[in-house]
């Protein structure tokens, strides 16, 4: 099979493979989509401590079920599916309380195991979901960050109605805006680019300019009270210390930026108890798949429409090009 894959970074081949064989457990599917996230440009860049060269990337993915391994009964070959990217170990003791997401000894296809950038990959078949009718493969491919936004959503206990303030219009906050607005509440996108938030304000988001009146701002928006949800998704350390000001008196922050290994942040002292502020983390997702893929066929995200689409073989030259201008598109997705 032919397969994009990073040999070093800044190096990237199409070559040929042999395809992967599902052993007993695992389902091998072949590929239809597969998304450029942050990530993939991570590995390509050299920048990912986990990733060990050569490396077939591509952890947003979608395809149909070619294979069934050993003791796997379902489902029926050619049915269209993603792949949930995240293998935990069951053992430790997030696995065990059903937080694999934060697994001690976490795997990620993709990084850890061969990904979607390629003819065929296998996956674990508890990581296989069916796509309901009508999601096309390009959009289907869109369930990991959408089940992220889930994941951050269901951490914050976002509820109809409420006002929740997203930092960050990246990849991820612009995911996050159509999840909350699906659960009903009204999200406000805050972000220092005028062309990401025009893109936020498309989505649905009313938009506010994160500059250094955000406060003010956000303030005056909600008669002083400050935001009952603040979900930081920018990864600024600076960012994520306004958010104490920003959130309101009982209300709940929900970090799913990455800041860098060593940064500390730091929060008034006296706002855990005089405001009794909630701050949760929120990693990637865990049991979010088939919510994703509900709000993917009923139409509540329409985000993937502004996804740019490559042909897979071509990855070598769109890698070279998102290195040199990442803001080139709002989203690449490779396609076969
Ligand atoms: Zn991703
Ligand atoms: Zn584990």
């Known amino acids: 099979m032919k397969a ?9 081949i199409v070559g040929q493979q042999e395809v992967a064989r599902p052993g007993a457990g695992e389902i091998l599917v072949k590929v239809n989509a597969a998304g450029i996230c942050a990530g993939d440009m991570y590995i390509y860049q050299g920048k990912n401590p986990y990733a060990t060269y ?26 269209s599916v993603v792949v ?14 059903g937080k694999s997401n934060c697994c001690a ?38 369930a990991e960050p959408v089940a992220i936004g889930v994941q951050a959503c269901r951490r914050g206990e976002i509820s109809a109605g409420e006002l929740v303030l997203i930092l960050g219009c990246g990849p991820i906050g612009l995911a996050l805006i159509e999840v909350v607005k699906a659960y ?43 935001a009952p949800v603040v979900i930081e998704a920018t990864g600024n350390p600076k960012a994520m210390e306004q958010t104490a000001a920003l959130v309101a008196a009982g209300g ?11 940064i500390d942040v730091a929060f008034p002292g006296l706002d855990f108890t005089r405001k009794e502020m909630t701050i949760v983390g929120s990693r990637a997702s865990v049991d979010c798949f088939p919510q994703a893929l509900e709000l993917l066929a009923s139409g509540h995200i329409t985000y993937p429409h502004m996804a740019t689409t490559f042909s897979m073989w071509d990855a070598p030259v769109i890698f070279a090009e998102l290195d040199r201008n990442p803001g080139m598109v709002h989203k690449g997705v490779l396609t076969l």
Do not use: W
């Open 184 to 226: 009903g509440a009204h999200p406000v996108a805050a972000d220092l680019l005028p062309s990401r938030l025009e893109t936020a304000a498309t989505l649905g988001a009313q938009t506010l300019l994160a500059d250094e009146h955000l406060l003010g701002r956000v303030l005056e928006r909600t008669d002083g009270e400050g």
């Open 105 to 142: 000894n976490l795997k990620v296809i993709g990084v850890h195991h061969p990904g979607g950038y390629a003819e065929y990959l296998t996956a674990p078949a508890p990581n296989i979901h069916a796509v309901p009718a009508g999601v096309s493969p390009l959009f289907a491919s869109f």
């Open 252 to 262: 709940r922050i929900v970090i799913v930026g990455l800041v860098k290994q060593g």
């Open 54 to 79: 050569p490396v077939v990337g591509g952890h947003e993915v979608s395809g149909m079920v070619a294979e069934l391994g050993a003791g796997v009964n379902g489902p029926v070959l050619g049915t």
């Open 4 to 12: 994009a894959v990073i040999t070093a970074p800044h190096e990237m």
């Open 84 to 97: 949930e990217p995240f293998i935990g170990c069951g053992r430790c003791y997030p696995c065990r309380v």
